[in-house]
């Protein structure tokens, strides 16, 4: 109990919704032998990676959504936090004497959706100092950069009033509530720089991770049979645009609009159907035991088979790379779509069963209440799965 309490107290550096619980990862971790590599193919937040590093294993990590990875890989890297705060400071300095005039953001200056997407969602004043912030960090590179980058999106991803005009940004919820703003943009990017040197300098990460852009569903980068464990909790339907909320801050860091809606519309979970290649005979074999969906419209029962074909080649990836009897965690919540309750998890195991990963135990683990992010359906005829709405399972398997 010792470890879980000590992974439990690591400090998250950025804000992230649905966060995985620390314990969950610390439990998949028993008895892995020394040197070996974990794979989060999906790694959000960081905390699977953070919570490897900290007990000293090789980890190794993707996400399609980039300020996942710039997180992640901040919060997995050894800083020196004196360093930390020199490098503020020199930043700082340079910020201060920058004039607008002399500032030129091509993806913003040159993009009129990113350009009117900054125009709507933040103030002028803020807007001025972040572009100043933006332009200084655009022209430093290293992995002190990549934390500053960081620092930098603590003040628009906010759970309370930060550089946008914007409510509920770090809930993947922004919604337009300010007409002004107050809010001071470049003291709080000092003290912001000054809090994530005070995290590293109470607890430094280990290091011996590995993190980069890339897709769950197509590891190429990954060797077969090359991972020992993989740990991961993939959207689930229905769930958290994670991607909403980012591209408040990832505008700033050099994507245009137009580059993160793509990303966002090939997210696993989007609410779209299968594309016209598609084997649409599998995705009716993974959705199998799922009742009720005739009751739900085409458009639906085609997100969810796309969901269920995207979960496939997730699974299928994990058990080309996992090395023979190597374990796979799934973390997995359920949906409520349209009155019809979809039990993911199912969809899940059925992927598995037919990549060849045989389940070893599956439990379920009640969300906390502070941590739900989505709140159970209060539809009257699914009142008995509300219970189930408030829990995620947690399946593992071995090849």
């Known amino acids: 109990m010792g470890h879980t309490r000590s992974i439990e107290k690591i400090r998250p550096i950025h804000p992230f919704a649905a966060r995985m619980a620390p314990e969950i990862a610390f439990e998949a971790l028993k008895g892995l032998r020394k040197n070996s590599t974990v794979l989060d193919p999906m790694v959000g937040s960081g905390t699977v990676l953070r919570t490897v590093s900290e007990h000293g294993y090789n980890g190794m990590g993707f996400d399609i959504d980039p300020l996942a990875v710039l997180m992640s890989k901040a919060w997995t890297t050894p800083f020196n936090s004196e360093k930390i705060k020199s490098k503020a ?5 340079e910020v201060n004497s920058l004039h607008l005039n ?9 993009d009129p959706a990113t350009k009117a997407f900054i125009n709507f969602w933040f103030g002028k ?4 100092s972040l572009r100043k912030i933006s332009f200084a960090i655009s022209t430093h590179k290293g992995t002190y950069n990549d934390l500053l980058k960081v620092a930098f999106s603590r003040l628009i991803i906010t759970k309370t009033k930060g550089a946008s005009l914007a409510a509920d940004v770090s809930h993947s919820r922004p919604h337009r509530v300010y007409e002004k703003n107050d809010f001071d943009v470049l003291t709080s990017f000092a003290n912001s720089c000054g809090a994530l040197a005070k995290i590293f300098e109470k607890q430094k990460p280990k290091g011996k991770i590995n993190v980069r852009l890339g897709d769950a569903r197509n590891l190429e980068d990954v060797t077969d049979k090359s991972i020992s464990a993989i740990i991961t909790s993939p959207p689930y339907l229905n769930a958290l645009d994670y991607m909403r909320g980012h591209k408040l801050s990832l505008v700033w860091l050099g994507y245009k609009i137009g580059e993160l809606g793509s990303v966002r519309s ?13 084997n649409m005979q599998l995705a009716t074999d993974l959705t199998k035991g799922i009742t009720h969906l005739e009751k739900l419209p085409q458009r639906k029962q085609n997100m969810i088979k796309r969901y269920a074909l995207d979960m496939y080649g997730i699974v299928e990836e994990s058990a080309r790379v996992l090395e023979k009897c190597g374990k796979a965690t799934f973390v997995v919540g359920n949906s409520c779509i349209n009155e019809v309750f979809v039990e993911n998890s199912l969809i899940v195991r059925n992927s598995c069963q037919m990549a060849g990963l045989r389940l070893i135990n599956q439990k379920e683990r009640d969300i906390p209440q502070s941590k739900r992010y989505l709140p159970p359906p209060s539809y ?3 009142s008995s799965f509300k219970n189930r709405m408030r829990t995620e399972s947690v399946m593992r398997f071995s090849k």
Do not use: F, M, T
């Open 380 to 382: 009257k005829n699914v």
């Open 266 to 278: 090939n997210s696993v979970g989007v609410e779209k159907a299968p594309d016209s290649i598609a």
């Open 89 to 93: 400071e020199e930043l700082i300095d």
């Open 102 to 110: 002399s500032i030129y953001l091509p993806w913003i200056d040159n």
């Open 125 to 128: 004043k803020q807007a001025n």
